[in-house]
């Protein structure tokens, strides 16, 4: 049994840990993710994890893999927990919509670490989180996976999702061959 849990100070040393172990919560920037998130840790974790939950966009703008800043949307972390850090849920929004900017791929983004894979942790972790979704009150989420990915559509799907558009994500992320799910709240 999983649960999300706000990341906290009681929770850090685990997560590190999963860092340290060569993991990465983002699928797209990967271990310079990691490296980035080792070293604000390192620097002042209080700070670092208060960076994780800004529902209201506080913070600054957020930088694209090409560089390029765009203004942050409301959102926060949750971690992904058993017992021990497990993995990583990321949830964003625009305010008074269920539309996204055209650089943000998806409402949601997700990555179990690799030894807890294929234990549905993903597929609980998700369904968790469309609770939230719902509680901001979108009509629908949006998640993107790559074609090549199956284990992250049998996630989406058993969560409700349906396929709806097979596109080619911004230059920004590299412009690869994508699919877009949409689950209805």
């Known amino acids: 049994m999983i649960e999300i849990v706000k990341p906290a100070l009681e929770h850090l040393p685990s997560y590190k840990a999963a860092l340290e172990r060569g993991w990465s919560p983002d699928n797209v920037r990967l271990l310079e993710a990691t490296r980035e998130q080792l070293a604000a840790i390192e620097r002042d974790p209080v700070a670092f994890l208060a960076d994780l939950d800004d529902p209201q966009a506080r913070g600054g703008p957020i930088t694209l893999p090409d560089g390029k800043k765009v203004p942050r949307l409301p959102g926060f972390r949750r971690w992904i927990w058993d017992g021990e850090a497990s993995g990583s849920i990321g949830f964003r929004w625009q305010k008074g919509t269920s539309d996204l900017p055209p ?37 629908h989420v949006e998640i993107t996976a790559k074609p090549g990915n199956p284990a992250s559509h049998k996630v989406i799907l058993a969560n409700g999702g349906k396929l709806v558009e097979r596109f080619f994500e911004d230059a920004a992320y590299g412009g690869a061959e994508s699919l877009r799910f949409r689950i209805e709240l």
């Open 103 to 139: 650089h943000v791929l998806g409402h949601i983004g997700y990555a179990v670490v690799p030894w807890k894979r294929r234990r549905g942790y993903a597929t609980q972790a998700l369904r968790l989180m469309l609770e939230e979704a719902r509680a901001v009150g979108l009509a």
